[in-house]
C-alpha cells in the first residue's frame, strides 16, 4: 500500500514580506542608436574599401608588393572601424540621476555634472564650408561654456529630447552658424585652425596626397627591396 506523505505541522510557516518598489523617474540612461552609427560609418567605408579592392585587383599583376601592403592596410583599416563602431554602441550612454548627469564615451570614461549646470540643450547647424551646414546637439553650461556635444548622426532626435525632459533642461532650436562663430562662442569646442576653411582645406588635401598619392608609392619603392 502507497503512503502519503504531508508536511510536518511542526514546519514553521514563511512569513510573506510585502516590498514596496519606488522607481524614481529622474535615474534613466539613453544609448546611440547602432542603425544610425552603422549607416554614417559604414558606408563611407564600404566605398572607400571596393576603390581600394578596385586599385589591389588592377595593380596585382604589375605591382604585388603594394597590391599586398594595401590589402593589409584596408583589412587593419576595417578592424579599426569595427572596433570603434562596437565600443562606441556597448560604451556610450547618457545619464541621469536624481541631482547630477554625465556622459560616458567609448572608451569608458565618466564625466558628470550637477543638473544645475546644464543651461540648455541646442540643436544648430555649422557650416564647415561643405553644400549642407552640419547638425550637432550642444549641452550648454550655465556660464556658456560648452559642456560636450553629440552627433546627430549617431543618436536619435526623439532620445535626445527625451533626455532633456527628463533632466529639466530647455530644447532651442538656434539658428545656422559658421565655422568661425562657432569657435569663437565655444573656444574650447574645436581648435581655431578648423575654424578656417581655407586652413581646413590645405590640411585634408595633404592628408589625402600623403594618404592616397605619396604613401602607395613609397610602399612601392620599399617593399620590392625587403629580403
Same mark, same amino acid.
Given at each position: 500500500?502507497?503512503?502519503?506523505?504531508? !508536511?510536518?505541522?511542526?514546519?514553521?510557516?514563511?512569513?510573506?514580506?510585502?516590498?514596496?518598489?519606488?522607481?524614481?523617474?529622474?535615474?534613466?540612461?539613453?544609448?546611440?542608436?547602432?542603425?544610425?552609427?552603422?549607416?554614417?560609418?559604414?558606408? !563611407?567605408?564600404?566605398?572607400? %574599401?571596393? *576603390?581600394?579592392?578596385?586599385?589591389?585587383?588592377?595593380?596585382?599583376?604589375?605591382?604585388?608588393?603594394?597590391?599586398?601592403?594595401?590589402?593589409?592596410?584596408?583589412?587593419?583599416? %576595417?578592424?579599426?572601424?569595427?572596433?570603434?563602431?562596437?565600443?562606441?554602441?556597448?560604451?556610450?550612454?547618457?545619464?541621469? @540621476?536624481?541631482?547630477?548627469? *554625465?556622459?560616458?564615451?567609448?572608451?569608458?570614461?565618466?564625466?558628470?555634472?550637477?543638473?544645475?549646470? %546644464?543651461?540648455?540643450?541646442? =540643436?544648430?547647424?555649422?557650416?564647415?564650408? *561643405?553644400?549642407?551646414?552640419?547638425?550637432?546637439?550642444? @549641452?550648454? *553650461?550655465?556660464?556658456?561654456?560648452?559642456?560636450?556635444?553629440?552627433?546627430?548622426? =549617431?543618436?536619435?532626435?526623439?532620445?535626445?529630447?527625451? @533626455?532633456? $525632459?527628463?533632466?529639466?533642461?530647455?530644447?532651442? $532650436?538656434?539658428? !545656422?552658424?559658421?565655422?568661425?562663430?562657432?569657435?569663437?562662442? @565655444?573656444?574650447?569646442?574645436?581648435? !581655431?585652425?578648423?575654424?578656417?576653411?581655407?586652413?581646413?582645406?590645405?590640411?585634408?588635401?595633404?592628408?589625402?596626397?600623403?594618404?592616397?598619392?605619396?604613401?602607395?608609392?613609397?610602399?612601392?619603392?620599399? %617593399?620590392?627591396?625587403?629580403?
Amino acid at each position: 500500500m502507497a503512503k502519503s506523505t504531508w !508536511p510536518d505541522s511542526s514546519a514553521k510557516d514563511t512569513a510573506l514580506v510585502t516590498v514596496d518598489v519606488v522607481i524614481d523617474p529622474n535615474v534613466f540612461s539613453i544609448r546611440p542608436s547602432s542603425h544610425q552609427l552603422l549607416i554614417a560609418a559604414g558606408l !563611407p567605408t564600404v566605398f572607400l %574599401l571596393l *576603390g581600394a579592392s578596385f586599385y589591389i585587383v588592377g595593380g596585382a599583376f604589375r605591382h604585388p608588393g603594394l597590391s599586398i601592403a594595401l590589402a593589409i592596410g584596408a583589412a587593419c583599416f %576595417l578592424a579599426l572601424v569595427g572596433a570603434y563602431v562596437v565600443a562606441y554602441v556597448r560604451n556610450t550612454r547618457l545619464f541621469s @540621476f536624481s541631482s547630477t548627469f *554625465g556622459r560616458r564615451d567609448w572608451r569608458g570614461r565618466v564625466k558628470a555634472w550637477p543638473k544645475s549646470e %546644464l543651461a540648455e540643450l541646442r =540643436f544648430q547647424r555649422v557650416d564647415w564650408g *561643405g553644400s549642407v551646414p552640419r547638425l550637432m546637439y550642444l @549641452f550648454i *553650461g550655465r556660464d556658456r561654456h560648452l559642456l560636450f556635444r553629440l552627433e546627430p548622426n =549617431f543618436w536619435k532626435e526623439a532620445d535626445v529630447r527625451r @533626455f532633456a $525632459e527628463g533632466v529639466g533642461v530647455k530644447v532651442l $532650436e538656434a539658428p !545656422p552658424a559658421t565655422s568661425k562663430a562657432f569657435q569663437k562662442e @565655444f573656444p574650447e569646442a574645436m581648435p !581655431p585652425w578648423m575654424a578656417h576653411t581655407r586652413m581646413r582645406t590645405v590640411i585634408w588635401v595633404a592628408f589625402f596626397l600623403v594618404t592616397v598619392l605619396i604613401l602607395p608609392v613609397l610602399l612601392a619603392i620599399v %617593399l620590392p627591396r625587403l629580403p
